[in-house]
């Protein structure tokens, strides 16, 4: 199975600062990423997909980038309704699999 | 307005199954397969499988294989999983997620169904 390695485990950021998550994945995955946002109690909600593609009527500060086997996602001004949890889901083989999440707190 | 509307809560015993429902709305219920996604404190996110309800065809992690057994209805466009011979490391919340079969992305996400397992 494809091991998708995500960092940091928490982070805490101020109100408009600009953060970056990362998944590493064991093999290449061609770009076959998506990034989710789950809040808590609920269910994850796509941001991104095909590791650079903004899911339509996400805000266009949440931005991704990588290929091969690096792929981050970047907020552009922290906002308050950004606290969550965050994790990476590869696609590119069988069983998808995802990253272990990153907790996202206002400072 | 697409909708994934997953059963409520169960509580089975060990040995026993359970089956989970998830009713879809908003969209053609055979141009999306349902994915099974398993979420638990100690082991985060797993994806189970999925099923392509149009054909009936099934793909599951090779963890799930015993575990879980995936159908669908399209007379009433609802997807369901059964997990069977239930253990504590069943104890957890599982979501369904439509995805194209062409493009796997999950775009919608169920409420998720949470299962607990106790004598």
């Known amino acids: 199975d494809i091991q998708m390695t995500q960092s940091p485990a928490s982070l805490s950021a101020s109100l408009g600062e600009t953060i970056s998550i990362e998944c590493r994945a064991s093999?290449?995955?061609?770009?076959?990423l998506a990034w989710y946002q789950q809040k808590s109690g609920k269910s994850p909600q796509l941001l991104i997909y095909?590791?650079?593609r903004l899911q339509d009527g996400v805000p266009s500060r949440f931005s991704g980038s990588g290929s091969g086997t690096q792929y981050s996602l970047k907020i552009s001004g922290m906002q308050p309704e950004d606290e969550g949890d965050y994790f990476c889901?590869?696609?590119?083989?069988?069983?998808?699999?995802f990253g272990s999440g990153t907790k996202l707190e206002i400072k | 307005e697409v909708q994934l509307q997953q059963s409520g809560p169960e509580v089975g015993r060990p040995g026993s199954s359970v089956k989970i429902s998830c009713k879809a709305s908003?969209?053609?219920?055979?141009?999306?397969?349902m994915n099974w996604v398993k979420q638990s404190p100690g082991q985060g996110l797993e994806w189970i499988g999925w099923?392509?309800?149009?054909?009936?065809?099934?793909d599951y992690a090779e963890k799930f294989k015993k575990k879980a057994t995936l159908t669908a209805d399209t007379s009433s466009n609802t997807a369901y999983i059964q997990l069977s011979s239930l253990t504590s490391e069943d104890t957890a919340t599982y979501f369904c997620?439509?995805?194209?079969?062409?493009?796997?992305?999950?775009?919608?996400w169920g409420q998720g169904a949470s299962v607990t397992v106790s004598s």
């Open positions: 997620a439509r995805s194209r079969i062409t493009t796997w992305v999950m775009d919608a």
């Open positions: 908003g969209y053609t219920f055979t141009d999306y397969v």
């Open positions: 099923i392509d309800p149009e054909y009936g065809s099934t």
């Open positions: 093999e290449d995955i061609y770009s076959n």
């Open positions: 095909a590791a650079n």
């Open positions: 889901l590869q696609g590119s083989k069988f069983p998808f699999t």
